[in-house]
T-cell receptor, first 112, second 111 residues
């Protein structure tokens, strides 16, 4: 079946540093989504990407839909302590069912 | 407007016991999903329901059954729990256009 490879698996950074994480797939996706999960909560959508090559920002977050439709990255600039959590990429290939394939997650820790 | 609610929040079962995880949404979305989350593996789809009255298997359906009771409610049943089903279970709904909205999760331990 379809698989997403997300890297890095974990990051421990200093407050103020920039962060970059990415996802790659062996299959093409029509939509890429980036979610954040806080401890004890469900994932919450950060950014949605709908077109190959699309670059979208949400505050300090920037994400891109790869031109091949098989990859995406997420950048966080000037990290702050509340950025701590698990970040997931997700790909959607069917617009009829809404089914998502998730990456393994990137655990981010920020040192004040 | 509660969004997606799940009950219970925590549950401990013994091997072989059965239980039903409940999910309800007040967003009038047609599609609902059940995922399990295990460390280092992201979220994996167990079952989904594209609309009231329909259900389909996801990536990891073995050991589970589901019921789409009505448009609001989608339940997940474990008939005979096994330690391998220890996980965090998330219910989600889909707007039909972009994102899925997730509930707060049920943390299940099977001894």
């Amino acid at each position: 079946g379809q698989q997403l490879n997300q890297s890095p698996q974990s990051m421990f950074i200093q407050e103020g540093e920039d962060v970059s994480m990415n996802c790659t797939s062996s299959s093409i996706f029509n939509t890429w989504l980036w979610y954040k999960q806080d401890p004890g909560e469900g994932p919450v959508l950060l950014i949605a990407l709908y077109k190959a090559g699309e670059l979208t920002s949400n505050g300090r977050l920037t994400a891109q839909f790869g031109i091949t439709r098989k990859d995406s990255f997420l950048n966080i600039s000037a990290s702050i302590p509340s950025d701590v959590g698990i970040y997931f990429c997700a790909g959607q290939s069917s617009s009829n069912t809404g089914k998502l394939i998730f990456g393994q997650g990137t655990t981010l820790q920020v040192k004040p | 407007n509660a969004g997606v609610t799940q009950t219970p929040k925590f549950q401990v079962l013994k091997t072989g016991q059965s239980m039903t995880l409940q999910c309800a949404q007040d967003m009038n979305h047609n599609s609902m999903y059940w995922y399990r989350q295990d460390p280092g593996m992201g979220l994996r789809l167990i079952y989904y329901s594209a609309s009231e009255g329909t259900t389909d298997k996801g990536e990891v359906p073995n050991g589970y059954n589901v019921s789409r009771l009505n448009k609001r409610e989608f339940s997940l049943r474990l008939e005979s729990a096994a330690p391998s089903q220890t996980s965090v279970y998330f219910c989600a709904t889909w707007t039909g256009t972009d994102t899925q909205y997730f509930g707060p999760g049920t943390r299940l331990t099977v001894l």
